[in-house]
């Protein structure tokens, strides 16, 4: 009796791990069907980044104000 509940228990098992595989297959199918620069275009640029500009005269770089 105690192989019968061993081996249903081990057959519920491996289901429960062929749903769970089959659930994150897809999700990470899904996941790669998107292109990587959708994800860049969505971030937003950091606070602390400054845009620079050269100076014509000296040819040095400068902030933009």
């Given at each position: 009796?105690?192989?019968?509940?061993?081996?249903?228990?081990?057959?519920?098992g491996?289901?429960?791990?062929?749903?769970?595989?089959?659930?994150?297959?897809?999700?990470?199918?899904e996941?790669?069907?998107?292109?990587?620069?959708?994800k860049?275009r969505?971030?937003?640029?950091?606070?602390?980044?400054?845009?620079?500009?050269?100076?014509?005269?000296?040819?040095?770089?400068?902030?933009?104000?």
């Open positions: 009796m105690t192989e019968v509940l061993g081996g249903i228990a081990l057959f519920a491996g289901v429960f791990l062929y749903k769970t595989l089959k659930r994150e297959m897809e999700r990470l199918q996941t790669m069907a998107q292109p990587v620069y959708a860049a969505k971030a937003r640029p950091d606070a602390s980044y400054t845009r620079l500009v050269q100076d014509p005269v000296t040819g040095k770089y400068r902030p933009l104000d």
